[in-house]
């Protein structure tokens, strides 16, 4: 499948896959006669995996790594060796550390924001709250 046709079924643009190439999450396709790029169904699914992953908060730097990880050969049985599973429990781990503290950060904004309202709440002429803290020194 051309570009156009990737892009399309991955629902994303054709500079991002062309980003993606040159980052090296995407492979570079092999390029048909005419010189288009060409390619394949296990390459819709890269990006899909890609796409996910960044859904999921991963920054492009672990998505590469998760990649590399992901496509690792199983051994048999269908199972991914110990070290990579290791590898992509220690990347899951690191990202869910950052979106705790996100979560921590987001609702001390909340509870700043839900003592704003508080205090401005039914005041006829409210007085600004950054002043108020002023007017008291």
């Not at 051994?75 to 060796?81: A, D, I, T, V």
């Not at 979106?99 to 006829?124: A, C, K, W, Y």
Request: net charge positive; hydrophobic share 30%; with cysteine.
């Amino acid at each position: 499948m051309r570009i156009g046709d990737l892009a399309a079924r991955a629902g994303v643009n054709i500079q991002t896959l062309r980003f993606y190439e040159r980052k090296g999450i995407l492979r570079q396709p092999p390029r048909t006669t005419s010189g288009y790029r060409a390619y394949s169904e296990s390459d819709l699914s890269s990006v899909l995996f890609v796409r996910r992953c960044q859904l999921i908060g991963f920054r492009l730097k672990e998505i590469r790594q998760l990649a590399e990880l992901h496509s690792e050969e199983c051994g048999p049985q269908g199972r991914r060796s110990a070290q990579a599973r290791r590898g992509i429990q220690t990347i899951a781990r690191e990202r869910l550390r950052i979106i705790d503290e996100q979560i921590e950060t987001l609702r001390g904004m909340r509870s700043q924001l839900v003592g704003l309202l508080n205090e401005t709440d039914g005041e006829p002429d409210p007085v600004c709250p950054f002043r108020k803290s002023e007017q008291n020194s």
